[in-house]
């Protein structure tokens, strides 16, 4: 009766080990790269969709300049209206929010980290406006909008028409957090959403990536590049330079960037003053001679990769305590039973 009683004791304690553990489990966070500096343009009116679909993204260049806190970004992409229609849409991006990305690996960018926004197309500057639009909130699967107030541009295209288009921004890359499990680290890190680009009709025919590390950065203080851009390196320039051709984007093409160190006395701010002068920089990299530089193959670290430490280690092995601990103590019990039997048996013999 007592052993009887025993083990439906220790099935109970079991079952409810086992719950608590996956209550335990469901409380680390999904892995990846959490609010990392970055941008994601959306259509801003549902309706269009069927108009991106006409308009074809040729090629893309992407020059990114890394400073510690921060990244420079301008972007010039060629794209083609292929149809005889005259076309017209919206495009923008929240003032405030955040977006979700990635596949198995969260990839997740603090969208009022953009600052300084412009954008030109055949070599005319486009308005921005702000509009309230707090239907989109609901409308947009990746997109959490803080606030209703979205940054609008207005895009015109001429039957068949080509146009060059370039973007140039800023954004803080001092806020990320890299997660593994209970493992957390605070990085730079720095994320190009490839993935936003698949709006567009057909594959992207050409896409071309570089990167120059600033503020005496070297490739040491990058902890991983995403793989599949096939990067090299030239030293005299620090330039990682990449590309992908004929591809439609999925989350497997982000470009994501770990590097540098958090530091708790960054100002943003006062990057934002030098905003002339940075974009005069980002400028001058991108008219360099790429095709007369010498490369190197270089390894690219894992962006994901963290560091295992104690404290992140330390909930595992609580919760592997607690889903085992029954066992454990299940089979000390079964022990002291069978000890106590066959000391009362021998006694019992000894009394006889």
């Known amino acids: 009766m007592k052993m009887t009683l025993h083990k439906i004791l220790c099935t109970a304690f079991l079952l ?22 970055g941008t994601v343009y959306t259509m801003l009116y549902p309706e269009d969709a069927n108009t991106f679909k006409k308009v074809q993204m040729q090629q893309e260049r992407i020059f990114i300049q890394l400073y510690k806190g921060f990244a420079v970004v301008k972007g010039t992409y060629v794209f083609k209206n292929t149809t005889n229609e005259h076309l017209q849409f919206k495009m923008g991006y929240p003032i405030n929010g955040i977006y979700s990305g990635g596949e198995n690996d969260l990839n997740q960018i603090i969208l009022d980290s953009l600052s300084q926004f412009k954008i030109k197309a055949n070599n005319k500057w486009l308005l921005l406006e702000q509009e ?55 990085r730079n890190a720095f994320i190009y959403l490839l993935e936003s680009g698949s709006v567009w009709k057909n594959n992207i025919e050409k896409g071309e990536f570089y990167i120059q590390l600033m503020d005496g950065l070297t490739p040491e203080n990058v902890q991983g590049i995403s793989n599949g851009f096939g990067f090299k390196f030239n030293t005299q320039y620090q330039i990682f330079v990449g ?66 430490t104690i404290e992140g280690t330390l909930p595992g092995l609580l919760t592997l305590f607690v889903i085992f601990a029954p066992f454990i103590i299940g089979f000390i019990g079964i022990g002291i039973a069978i000890w106590v039997i066959v000391k009362w048996i021998r006694l019992k013999k000894k009394i006889n």
């Open 132 to 186: 309230n639009h707090p239907e989109i909130n609901t409308n947009t699967q990746n997109i959490n909008a803080f606030s209703d107030n979205w940054k609008v541009w207005q895009m015109q295209f001429a039957p068949n028409e080509i146009q060059k288009v370039e973007v140039y921004f800023i954004v803080n890359t001092n806020e990320a957090r890299i997660r593994k499990g209970y493992n957390i680290e605070k």
């Open 16 to 37: 409810i080990t086992i719950t608590l553990a996956q209550k335990t489990f469901a409380n680390a966070a999904q892995p990846g790269i959490w609010n990392a500096g």
């Open 243 to 308: 590309q992908k051709t004929n591809f439609s984007p999925t989350p497997k093409d982000n470009l994501i960037i770990n590097y540098s160190e958090f530091n708790e006395n960054f100002s943003f701010e006062n990057v934002i003053k030098q905003t002339n002068e940075l974009f005069a920089k980002i400028d001058q990299m991108s008219q360099l001679s790429f095709e007369s530089l010498t490369y190197s193959n270089i390894e690219l670290g894992n962006p994901y990769e963290v560091e295992s």
